[in-house]
């Protein structure tokens, strides 16, 4: 019997000892912190709010601009495409009454159309080719090493930062007909006065005066930026070589310079078609007739004239849109020809 009793005795222990694992579970473990889990949650929490903020902080920093675009750019251009196809006067603005593309056949046979056209594409010449060229040799000779650089580059800003309408006044006395300065100096060389303001190649001729003393200084600096980005090595091969600072300017500063001067092209013909300010300014009381025949009224002075002064809404739209077309036209144009002189480089 104690053989029995000792033989059983290790099975009741060991069933005991078993016992409690059918019951309440022993940690097997140390006790977590409650501190380390609020701080791993406080992590994860942070991690989680980082990762939405890379993702979304980009839209949110950009959207200020598409807000003010679509209520200041874009509602504009659909609602004046709207308005251009209706007959609406600006006194009434929501009485619009459907015509189609009549105010667009209209332009075709309009004469005031056409010459405003003219003078947009005249005073864009007279302004565009002497501006580019003149801030072409300004930029080359700032970029070689003089004394007080920094002030003539300042300087040559200048006229790019003041008012266009003080400047405009201040052109108006320049080429005044009894008093201007310029007739002035024609008197010194025993030259008639000339009526600037009244005649039509004269007139036009002054309003690009404006344009080019503005801008000249400004498309310098853009040269000039372009031109000190051109490797130096090209320089120093070709001076090697024997060539003067004119061969260089031809064969390495112009070619390098392509795609700059296509850049001021582009800006300043858009600039010269959306030309508004200097040319009714030069007309003093005259409004936006662009003088006494029309001599020099722009395609903007035309617009504002049907919009504001003869108040209809709906012609002003259709002369908004084609002025926007021809925009596009030129974009296009000027797409084509980056891509053929990027193909060209290629084949070089």
């Known amino acids: 019997m104690a053989s029995e009793f000792s033989a059983a005795a290790p099975s009741s222990v060991e069933e005991g000892a078993a016992a409690p694992a059918s019951g309440v579970a022993v940690a097997s473990g140390p006790p977590q912190d409650p501190g380390r889990e609020a701080a791993d949650r406080r992590r994860e929490r942070r991690s989680r709010w980082y990762r939405r903020d890379v993702k979304w902080s980009p839209y949110a920093f950009i959207a200020p601009f598409f807000l003010f675009f679509a209520a200041f750019g874009l509602f504009p251009l659909l609602y004046t495409g709207w308005a251009s196809l209706h007959r609406v006067e600006l006194t009434a603005p929501n009485d619009m009454e459907w015509i189609g593309l009549r105010n667009y056949t209209r332009l075709l046979d309009d004469e005031f159309f056409w010459n405003a056209l003219q003078n947009t ?40 930062a003041t008012s266009v309408a003080a400047a405009t006044l201040v052109f108006v006395m320049l080429f005044g007909r009894d008093y201007g300065m310029i007739n ?27 344009v080019v003393w503005r801008w000249t200084g400004y498309n310098a600096l853009i040269y000039l930026a372009a031109m000190q980005s051109i490797p130096s090595d090209l320089y120093e091969s070709a001076a090697l070589d024997g060539a003067s600072r ?20 582009v ?16 007309n003093g009381g005259g409004g936006a007739t662009g003088g006494s025949e029309h001599q020099f009224q722009t395609l903007g002075l035309y617009l504002y004239e049907q919009g504001w002064t003869n108040l209809h809404l709906g012609r002003a739209s259709a ?18 020809v980056t891509r053929w002189l990027r193909r060209g480089e290629g084949k070089a």
Request: hydrophobic content about 60%; proline content about 4%.
């Open 121 to 160: 594409f005249t005073i864009g010449i007279l302004s565009t080719v002497p501006q580019l060229l003149m801030a072409l040799g300004i930029a080359h000779l700032l970029n070689y090493r003089l004394r007080g650089s920094m002030f003539f580059r300042v300087a040559a800003l200048t006229p790019y």
């Open 184 to 210: 002035w100096f024609l008197s010194l060389a025993g030259l008639e006065h000339i009526d600037w303001q009244n005649g039509s190649f004269t007139s036009q001729l002054a309003v690009s005066s404006i």
């Open 246 to 265: 004119w061969q260089q300017f031809l064969h390495v500063t112009l070619p390098s310079l392509r795609p700059t001067i296509l850049f001021t092209v």
């Open 267 to 282: 800006v300043s013909t858009i600039g010269a078609i959306q030309l508004f300010g200097e040319p009714l300014l030069f």
């Open 319 to 336: 002369i908004a849109w084609a002025m926007f077309l021809l925009l596009i036209v030129i974009g296009l144009v000027s797409l084509a």
